[in-house]
């Protein structure tokens, strides 16, 4: 286990603003994390525990302790004529280990190829893309209860998925801490391509195959979404709103053109990128923060942002998206202070 003190948190999350952790500590297996949770250090520090980073805008200095995994390793656990089960530690790479499957010819991973942050970060998150949510490929998570340092295994049902939604985010947030994933990926060609003009996408590049589908969907991300590396960025800052049918019925009326998703007999889904851009914030820019000009669904730093900046241009694209539309758009992104 590692320990760092009053270090920078700049490179260890995505909107790459430069605040402090009074402490930050590392971990590369599960018993160095239950030897940090018998330290003590908890009962007298708030503590944070991060992935990649990838979602979080931190409003200021930490006073507390940032927790990040590094546990690693990619390890077959069983298969059969159809599927093979593989456990993966919460500090493997998101995107290393969809290119892992792709190698091994194995399906189900491939569309959410290049999405940042780390394997466990996605199990909280339900991380999703071009139709696919992670939850329809994990078996079970491993996790240790923070209070007791005791290994639970949660199957796919204990961890109650939606749409960016898990039990670890909800109703046991705070209790545990994600420390391996197990996934269920297929040995047969099976692909998902019927999210928007994907197919005809892939079929530009060449044949249908896992290398082309994974390369289609970077070459496709990267045209839309600014690199985290060159310009701060949280991916989506909103979630999609689902509204009430009958809303979703008015609006349509007025804005014939507006895309929108299936949900049920009593919801639709409303792209916020859509909902954003409408409203005219495209490339705007204020202060050192600005919304992306290729994607209204993201706002980026454009140097030297704090995190006040980049949340108070989300609240004005908030106030406008309710005043326009009468929809209330919920972050994607968490607020840390
Ligand atoms: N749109 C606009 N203007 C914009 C952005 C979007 O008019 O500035 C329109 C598009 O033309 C399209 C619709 O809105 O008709 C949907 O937009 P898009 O294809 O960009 O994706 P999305 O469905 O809003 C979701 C995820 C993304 C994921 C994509 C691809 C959410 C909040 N976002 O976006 O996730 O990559 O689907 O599957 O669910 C992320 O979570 O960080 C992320 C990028």
């Given amino acids: ?31 160095e994390l239950k030897s940090f949770l018998e330290s003590g250090m908890l009962s007298e520090n708030k503590m ?6 990838s979602n979080l805008l931190f409003l200021k200095d930490y006073d507390g302790i940032i927790l990040h995994s590094v546990i690693k390793g990619i390890e077959p656990v069983s298969s059969d004529n159809d599927s093979v089960t593989v456990k993966v530690g919460s500090g493997v790479v998101w995107d290393d280990f969809v290119q892992f499957c792709v190698d091994n010819n194995w399906y189900g991973a491939e569309n959410l190829s290049l999405i940042p942050g780390e394997t466990g970060a996605s199990a909280v998150q339900n991380i999703g893309a071009y139709g696919v949510e992670v939850k329809d490929l994990i078996e079970t998570v491993y996790a240790v209860e923070i209070a007791t340092g005791n290994e639970v295994v949660f ?14 985010k909800g109703r046991l947030k705070g209790k545990f801490i994600v420390t391996s994933v197990v996934f269920k990926l297929s040995l047969l060609p099976e692909f998902k391509l019927t999210y928007q003009h994907l197919e005809a996408e892939v079929l530009k590049n060449g044949n ?17 979404l600014p690199d985290p590396e060159v310009l701060g960025n949280a991916g989506s800052f909103f979630m ?8 979703f019925l008015e609006l349509q009326a007025k804005y014939p053109e507006m895309p929108h998703y299936y949900v049920s007999e009593t919801e639709e889904k409303i792209p916020a990128g859509w909902l954003i851009d409408r409203c005219g914030w495209k490339g705007r820019r204020i202060g050192n923060a600005a919304v992306h000009d290729k994607q209204a669904l993201v706002i980026v730093n454009c140097g030297g942002a704090s995190g006040h900046e980049i949340a108070g241009l989300s609240e004005q694209i908030r106030e406008s998206v309710r005043a326009q539309f009468g929809v209330e758009l919920v ?5 840390i202070s």
Avoid at 331 to 335: D, G, K, R, S, T
């Fill in 240 to 247: 999609n709103p689902v509204v009430p049918k009958k809303h």
């Fill in 155 to 168: 199957s796919n049902a204990d961890c109650e998925y939606g749409y960016r939604e898990s039990v670890f």
């Fill in 48 to 53: 944070l525990h991060i992935g990649g980073g």
């Fill in 208 to 224: 249908i195959t896992l290398q082309n589908v994974r390369n289609t969907i970077i070459a496709v991300r990267q045209s839309k």
């Fill in 331 to 335: 972050p994607e992104v968490n607020f």
């Fill in 1 to 31: 286990m590692q320990v760092f003190e009053n270090i920078s948190l700049k490179k260890y999350h995505a909107f790459g603003i430069d605040v402090k952790a009074r402490y930050f500590v590392e971990y590369a297996s599960v018993d």
